[in-house]
């Protein structure tokens, strides 16, 4: 099976814009998380979507946003970036193994750069 | 709010040495799964521990969860330069996809 994919890879962007980042899940797979990667804050959970609703949401400001399509196919978006959303965003997809443990599996990032 | 400590942040050893890097928390998880992370690439999934007191070994990585589920350690025999990453731990407050990750270990191992 193809790994998760995310694109793209590297993005620059300017204060105040907003910018649109695609994950592509591993086949089968209907849950998808988003993760911010900072060198102070390590990894951080932004949040999940499952079977196109969001379950789970973590602390961040409501500029960060997201949605899943009936493929399980997501996107996730920030408007009026800052400075400090500098970072890689990470993907992931999962599946629902025996026991309902969700085993993660992760995309390469989108490392996002704002000036 | 669930945190998970993990320690220690910098480890720098020589080949064949032996380390131990331990995730611990005040709060109990479904599951702790282990992540090996390179530069510019996502985290790569070891191993998940599901069980108190589970114990779990991938060559020479030894894997072992508390038997009250907050905590976990992980374990290297003989480190080789290939082991060199960040390993990362991280908990599943439920039977979802969120996880709670540590700050990760970040470990040279040199010829």
């Known amino acids: 099976k193809a790994g998760v994919t995310q694109t793209p890879r590297y993005l620059i962007k300017t204060r105040g814009q907003q910018v649109t980042l695609s994950c592509s899940p591993i086949s089968g797979h209907r849950s998808v998380s988003w993760y911010q990667q900072t060198p102070g804050q390590g990894l951080q959970f932004l949040f999940e979507y499952f079977s196109e609703t969001q379950r789970n949401k973590g602390n961040f400001p409501g500029r960060f946003s997201g949605r899943q399509f009936s493929n399980s196919r997501s996107e996730m978006n920030v408007s009026t970036l800052e400075l400090g959303d500098s970072a890689l965003y990470l993907c992931?997809?999962?599946?629902?193994?025996?026991?309902?443990?969700?085993?993660?599996?992760f995309g390469p990032g989108t490392r996002l750069t704002v000036t | 709010t669930q945190l998970l400590e993990q320690s220690p942040q910098f480890l720098s050893i020589q080949e064949g040495e032996n380390l131990t890097v331990y995730c611990n928390s005040s709060?109990?998880?479904?599951?702790l799964q282990w992540y090996r992370q390179e530069p510019g690439e996502g985290p790569v999934l070891l191993v998940t521990?599901?069980?108190?007191?589970e114990v779990k070994k991938l060559k020479r990585l030894t894997f072992q969860f508390g038997d009250a589920r907050k905590d976990s350690s992980l374990h290297i025999t003989a480190a080789q330069p290939g082991d060199t990453g960040l390993y990362l731990c991280?908990?599943?407050?439920?039977?979802?996809?969120?996880?709670?990750f540590g700050q990760g270990t970040t470990l040279q191992v040199k010829p």
């Open positions: 521990v599901v069980t108190g007191g």
């Open positions: 709060s109990v998880f479904s599951s």
């Open positions: 992931a997809s999962s599946w629902a193994r025996a026991g309902g443990i969700y085993e993660q599996y």
């Open positions: 991280a908990g599943a407050p439920g039977n979802t996809g969120k996880l709670i």
